[in-house]
């Protein structure tokens, strides 16, 4: 089938729309292939196509869980056999899963780009016929972008496995200097092809308010504007507080971040795409991979750190193509705060070895030892043990995972886990069972092996399924079995890990380099006044002001800015149309003036001034007769 073949059939459409079909023509050809496209900009067709032309397996690798199973869920849909690898997955269902990519004919194989190094999915990417490799949301690959993340460097090694597979990099934010990185970081090879869509949104009104009271101005825009809104904040605990007081006002809302459990945020999420709650105060954890078309309203309350971000989140809004509004609250102390990020971003050097020095101690870890060792990291527990503050911390370890020193991952899904603490013959001659406990200890112990010498994960969601009781009976008999030491259960939860890349090393010879230190702080520190700039503009129109950004030279204003709205129709600002038209009336209504002598003596550039006379005889407001200006 020809790629149009394939759209209609799969999707339905008769054309691609803008770079798609530009895009896949290059993948198809075994190209190399960068596509910078918005959100909204149909992503997902231009790797889905291609991999249905091609023989063999598309590797999709991307973050974002919600997504994979969102895509795969859509792609089973339209009969189309694919696959989904992510975190809170057991053992065995990651083997069949595996096994089904070399011997079951799938065309799609999702992946999050920390499990590519895994010895399991080494051992059996050898053994899969690979037609192309996507690398999703591909930004956090560089060092320069904003959200870099230390595991999308293993894409590399996947690369040096496969180096004759084309492979396609999608990013919807990046700057010319993270276009480059991103083809360096993966490969690219001669003769590789990088295409942009225009990240013009022209239904899209972006608007700074200044104001020194944000709740008040937040409420009279939510009051103004109809429709679905995101209200994005800085910190979790924030998102509580915008939520209440938005409720207080008769708003329906509720609000969203990376701490609460997988139930409640799939809760709240679908209570706001369905309209029953209109308003989800956010921290950035919300959005990426979200589809709700019809948001009219997205709102910081808190100034983003760097335009990819704002960019990007101001974008959730108005993907229908109609009218929506993108506000940035701006106040003073909004350069002061930005600033203060610097330095918990990027703590001094000596700081960031007494964190070292301190994680050491928190593990008793010996000088020499450690390499390849794996620690569960409760940072609450660590700054009270050891009086940091969380930010500091968080930001200091990040920088000791670029440095390699160790290796820490954010908050990770760790699937539940149990060990049987009595022998089986002990665990059969106990007869003093209920009916539902009996039935949950035969499931668990005909679905998983080495349940009495180790940990094995379990899936509570497939016992359920299995044995008729719910999420909550089988927790509640697991906690009640624990207690009575018949068995240990770990229940899923979400926690952090430190993990030892190299041996303990003295405090004094860790070394942070200029390329993992002072330039990223560097880029960072641009990043903010970019920011900045951007908040404080009057003069300069802000979609031009984000597009510049990203490289996108754009000749003509929104038109639709607030910068925009407040220029007069003649070009200049409402302002200064004002104080010229009064200066000219002033004069003339005086006595009759010639107009090089009238533009002599007012104080202004003579091209605003002949500007507003133009103007103002067209409007018939002043008339002109043999080079004399007068009013009637």
């Given at each position: 089938?020809?790629?149009?073949?394939?759209?209609?059939?799969?999707?339905?459409?008769?054309?691609?729309?803008?770079?798609?079909?530009?895009?896949?023509?290059?993948?198809?050809?075994?190209?190399?292939?960068?596509?910078?496209?918005?959100?909204?900009?149909g992503?997902?067709?231009?790797?889905?196509?291609?991999?249905?032309?091609?023989?063999?397996?598309?590797?999709?690798?991307?973050?974002?869980?919600?997504?994979?199973?969102?895509?795969?869920?859509?792609?089973?849909?339209?009969?189309?056999?694919?696959?989904?690898?992510?975190?809170?997955?057991?053992?065995?269902?990651i083997v069949?899963?595996?096994?089904?990519?070399?011997?079951?004919?799938?065309?799609?194989?999702?992946?999050?780009?920390?499990?590519?190094?895994?010895?399991?999915?080494?051992?059996?990417?050898?053994?899969?016929?690979?037609s192309?490799?996507?690398?999703?949301?591909?930004?956090?690959?560089?060092q320069?972008?904003?959200?870099?993340?230390?595991?999308?460097?293993?894409?590399?090694?996947?690369?040096?496995?496969?180096?004759?597979?084309?492979i396609?990099?999608?990013?919807?934010?990046a700057?010319?200097?993270?276009?480059?990185d991103?083809?360096?970081?993966?490969g690219?090879?001669?003769?590789?092809q990088?295409f942009?869509?225009?990240?013009?949104?022209?239904?899209?009104?972006?608007?700074?308010r200044?104001?020194?009271?944000?709740?008040?101005?937040?409420?009279?825009?939510?009051?103004?504007v109809p429709?679905?809104?995101?209200?994005?904040?800085?910190?979790?605990?924030?998102?509580?507080?915008?939520?209440?007081?938005?409720?207080?006002?008769?708003?329906?809302?509720?609000?969203?971040?990376?701490?609460?459990?997988?139930?409640?945020?799939?809760?709240?999420q679908?209570?706001?795409?369905?309209?029953?709650?209109r308003?989800m105060?956010?921290?950035?954890?919300?959005g990426?991979?979200?589809?709700?078309?019809?948001?009219?309203?997205?709102?910081?309350?808190d100034?983003?750190?760097?335009?990819?971000?704002?960019?990007?989140?101001?974008?959730?809004?108005?993907?229908?193509?109609?009218?929506?509004?993108?506000?940035?609250?701006?106040?003073?102390?909004?350069?002061?705060?930005?600033?203060?990020?610097?330095?918990?971003?990027?703590p001094?050097?000596?700081?960031?070895?007494?964190?070292?020095?301190?994680?050491?101690?928190?593990?008793?870890?010996a000088?020499?030892?450690?390499?390849?060792?794996?620690?569960?990291?409760?940072?609450?527990?660590f700054?009270?043990?050891?009086?940091?503050?969380p930010?500091?911390?968080?930001?200091?370890?990040?920088?000791?995972?670029?440095?390699?020193?160790?290796?820490?991952?954010?908050?990770?899904?760790?699937?539940?886990?149990l060990?049987?603490?009595?022998?089986?013959?002990?665990?059969?001659?106990?007869?003093?069972?209920d009916?539902?406990?009996?039935?949950l200890?035969?499931?668990?112990?005909?679905?998983?092996?080495?349940?009495?010498?180790?940990?094995?994960?379990?899936?509570?969601?497939s016992?359920?399924?299995?044995?008729?009781?719910?999420?909550?009976?089988?927790?509640?008999?697991?906690?009640?079995?624990?207690?009575?030491?018949i068995?240990?259960?770990?229940?899923?939860?979400?926690?952090?890990?430190?993990?030892?890349?190299?041996?303990?090393?003295?405090?004094?010879?860790?070394?942070?380099s200029?390329?993992?230190?002072?330039?990223r702080?560097?880029?960072?520190?641009?990043?903010?006044?970019a920011?900045?700039?951007?908040?404080?503009?009057?003069?300069?129109?802000?979609?031009?002001?984000?597009?510049?950004?990203?490289?996108?030279?754009?000749?003509?204003?929104c038109?639709?800015?607030?910068?925009?709205?407040?220029?007069?129709?003649?070009?200049?600002?409402?302002?200064?149309f004002?104080?010229?038209?009064?200066?000219?009336?002033?004069?003339?209504?005086?006595?009759?003036?010639?107009?090089?002598?009238?533009?002599?003596?007012?104080?202004?550039?003579?091209?605003?001034?002949?500007?507003?006379?133009?103007?103002?005889?067209?409007?018939?407001?002043?008339?002109?007769?043999?080079?004399?200006?007068?009013?009637?």
């Amino acid at each position: 089938m020809t790629y149009q073949e394939i759209l209609k059939r799969y999707w339905g459409y008769d054309n691609f729309r803008g770079i798609q079909e530009d895009i896949i023509e290059s993948i198809g050809k075994g190209q190399d292939t960068l596509g910078l496209m918005p959100t909204g900009g149909g992503k997902s067709i231009t790797f889905q196509v291609p991999a249905l032309a091609m023989e063999g397996l598309c590797l999709v690798i991307t973050p974002l869980i919600a997504l994979m199973k969102d895509q795969v869920s859509n792609l089973r849909e339209r009969g189309i056999k694919a696959l989904a690898i992510y975190s809170g997955m057991t053992r065995e269902e990651i083997v069949i899963a595996l096994e089904n990519c070399i011997f079951g004919d799938y065309k799609f194989l999702y992946i999050s780009p920390e499990r590519l190094d895994t010895e399991i999915f080494q051992t059996k990417l050898k053994h899969m016929k690979i037609s192309m490799i996507t690398v999703d949301e591909s930004h956090c690959i560089s060092q320069w972008g904003y959200d870099f993340r230390p595991a999308y460097l293993k894409i590399a090694d996947v690369r040096k496995m496969l180096p004759n597979i084309p492979i396609l990099a999608l990013t919807a934010t990046a700057t010319p200097e993270v276009v480059k990185d991103i083809q360096l970081k993966l490969g690219f090879r001669e003769g590789s092809q990088t295409f942009r869509m225009s990240f013009e949104r022209k239904n899209l009104a972006y608007i700074v308010r200044s104001t020194e009271d944000k709740q008040k101005e937040l409420i009279h825009i939510l009051n103004r504007v109809p429709g679905s809104a995101i209200v994005y904040t800085r910190n979790r605990k924030r998102t509580r507080e915008i939520a209440d007081l938005i409720l207080s006002h008769s708003i329906s809302a509720t609000f969203y971040h990376a701490g609460l459990n997988d139930d409640v945020k799939d809760q709240r999420q679908k209570s706001w795409q369905t309209g029953e709650n209109r308003v989800m105060v956010a921290t950035n954890a919300f959005g990426m991979g979200i589809d709700k078309p019809d948001v009219r309203l997205v709102i910081h309350i808190d100034m983003p750190d760097s335009p990819e971000a704002y960019f990007q989140e101001a974008g959730r809004a108005g993907r229908d193509g109609l009218k929506a509004y993108a506000v940035l609250l701006h106040a003073k102390s909004d350069k002061t705060n930005l600033h203060k990020r610097i330095t918990d971003t990027f703590p001094d050097k000596e700081y960031i070895r007494n964190i070292y020095e301190n994680i050491n101690y928190y593990y008793q870890m010996a000088m020499g030892d450690g390499a390849g060792c794996t620690y569960a990291f409760n940072i609450d527990e660590f700054c009270h043990n050891f009086k940091h503050f969380p930010i500091q911390v968080d930001s200091a370890l990040k920088i000791l995972t670029r440095a390699g020193y160790l290796e820490y991952t954010d908050e990770q899904d760790n699937a539940s886990r149990l060990i049987f603490t009595l022998r089986r013959d002990e665990l059969y001659k106990l007869q003093e069972y209920d009916t539902d406990t009996e039935k949950l200890i035969n499931t668990i112990l005909r679905s998983y092996t080495g349940l009495f010498t180790d940990y094995a994960y379990i899936n509570e969601d497939s016992l359920s399924v299995r044995t008729g009781l719910t999420r909550q009976e089988i927790y509640d008999i697991l906690v009640m079995l624990t207690k009575r030491h018949i068995l240990h259960y770990i229940p899923r939860k979400k926690t952090p890990y430190i993990i030892y890349t190299r041996e303990r090393q003295e405090k004094e010879r860790i070394h942070l380099s200029r390329e993992v230190y002072e330039d990223r702080k560097e880029s960072y520190i641009a990043r903010i006044n970019a920011m900045i700039e951007y908040a404080s503009a009057k003069e300069n129109c802000r979609s031009r002001m984000l597009l510049r950004y990203f490289g996108e030279k754009n000749e003509h204003n929104c038109g639709q800015c607030d910068v925009c709205l407040r220029k007069h129709e003649t070009g200049l600002k409402e302002s200064e149309f004002l104080d010229l038209k009064e200066q000219i009336l002033d004069r003339l209504n005086d006595s009759s003036c010639p107009v090089a002598e009238l533009v002599s003596l007012l104080n202004a550039e003579k091209e605003k001034i002949n500007t507003t006379i133009s103007f103002l005889l067209s409007e018939e407001i002043i008339h002109i007769k043999d080079g004399i200006l007068y009013t009637e």
